[in-house]
């Protein structure tokens, strides 16, 4: 089997890695060891799955998988606070555009304002509630209207219409607009935190992303293709898996004739962002049916990028794979302890898109098939985890990526 080097190997890292995950403690940690000062791709370090080692950890108990109790604490330390990504700014190319999120109990409105900025609302009207917009996507003319009571808001959120409300002493509609929920753009992505935390920015809390992944011109890339997956499993099983390939050799055959599954090597290893890149064994190939590129390339990536893909995981619902001619992300709405809501897209460079070599469906049935199977022995997993006779068992070396996961999901937990 063809193995490619690491563009820098490391020695006695996984002592060193072990040394300074014990005194990570932001969410934002990254690998930070003995690294060149270049800001090259080539130059940057990666640890492959056995080089970071899983420090003996255990999977965790029945009950993070199962409890209803456990669920709703997730819902309010993780969901309710954490930055989730919701989808790309071109979905909502035109003012007014909209689409909504769920979260909990919570509906958002994510739109487009009037003067090209997105914007994200609750779902909530200012005057007894009602929710204001029930279509999953749209477009408003100039304004939401309430259709209880006819109330009326701008696009910025502030109401410009209330009907017999000047009868009613001191009311002033200043003193009700829609009530914000905040949000961050990275690279054409969306993303929104229901609770109001004017803490770290956006910028600072996920630093180790920011400039990380500008040569695949993601801010340019449209989405071509979207599918929607229901899966009777707990969201972390699907963060888990997503973070190793040990299972690829016997979930996914298709696959590892494209990728080696023990090709892995890491950049973050440790924090809210995790994983790295694998080896594609075709030269100029992808992840696909045919293992050709399905588009051409999505910007002057380096040599080295064209034989790999890059995985990674952003806590908490967002899973991102590069490859050198397009990109797919998932998007996780856990639903209940057993079932989660994956959204995923593939996106491609517009110059892709008239030329005759653009075969996307090769990519996208590709990845949708390699998905189902992910799903599916998930769904064994969340089975097997919700049975009496479950115990914990240790990660493999192989699993040390989903360790690393658990214990970001542990450390925000509290
Ligand atoms: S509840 Fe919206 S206008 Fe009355
Ligand atoms: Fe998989």
């Not at 492959?48 to 029945?62: F, H, K, Q, R």
């Not at 009037?114 to 003319?141: D, Q």
């Not at 259709?147 to 701008?154: D, E, G, I, R, S």
Request: glycine share 6%.
């Amino acid at each position: 089997m063809r193995r490619y080097p690491a563009s820098v190997k490391i020695i006695d890292a996984r002592r060193w890695v072990f040394s300074n995950i014990q005194s990570l403690s932001s969410g934002a940690a990254l690998f930070t060891g003995p690294r060149s000062h270049s800001s090259s791709i080539s130059m940057k370090q990666f640890l492959s799955a056995p080089e970071i080692g899983t420090g003996g950890a255990m999977t965790l108990p029945g009950r993070y998988f199962t409890s209803t109790e456990v669920f709703a604490e997730e819902r309010a330390r993780i969901f309710q606070r954490q930055w989730l990504c919701a989808g790309r700014a071109d979905a909502i190319s035109r003012p007014g555009d909209y689409f909504l999120r769920t979260v909990g109990a919570d509906s958002v409105i994510v739109l487009r304002d009037a003067t090209g900025g997105i914007r994200a609302f609750h779902n909530v009207c200012r005057h007894r509630g009602t929710r204001l917009c029930e279509a999953a996507a749209g477009r408003f003319s100039k304004s939401i209207q309430c259709p209880y009571h006819a109330w009326t808001f701008a696009l910025d959120g502030s109401l410009i219409g209330a009907p017999s409300m000047d009868e009613l002493a001191d009311f002033d509609r200043a003193d009700y607009p829609l009530h914000v929920v905040q949000t961050a753009i990275w690279e054409g992505f969306i993303f929104l935190r229901i609770e109001e935390m004017p803490d770290i920015p956006f910028e600072e809390s996920h630093a180790p992303l920011m400039a990380r992944l500008s040569r695949f011109s993601l801010p340019v890339l449209k989405t071509v293709e979207q599918r929607e997956y229901t899966v009777r499993a707990n969201w972390k099983l699907l963060f888990e898996n997503y973070s190793e390939c040990y299972h690829c050799p016997t979930v996914h055959p298709a696959l590892v004739e494209l990728s080696p599954a023990d090709s892995g090597e890491n950049d973050l290893v440790a924090g809210a962002f995790l994983g790295g890149f694998m080896v594609v064994r075709r030269p100029g190939g992808s992840m696909s049916l045919s293992g050709e590129a399905c588009a051409t390339s999505l910007g002057d990536l380096p040599a080295e990028d064209r034989q790999r893909v890059y995985y990674y995981s952003i806590f908490p619902n967002m899973l991102l794979s590069l490859h050198h001619d397009y990109v797919m992300f998932h998007t996780l709405w856990p639903e209940a302890p057993d079932r989660t809501r994956v959204e995923c897209a593939w996106l491609f460079h517009p110059d892709a898109m008239d030329r005759a070599d653009f075969r996307p469906k090769d990519g996208v049935e590709f990845w949708d098939i390699t998905n189902r199977q992910d799903w599916h022995i998930c769904e064994q997993s969340q089975l097997g985890v919700a049975s009496s006779a479950y115990t914990p068992g240790p990660y493999s070396p192989r699993d040390s990526i989903s360790a690393a996961f658990d214990r970001e999901y542990l450390r925000v937990m509290g």
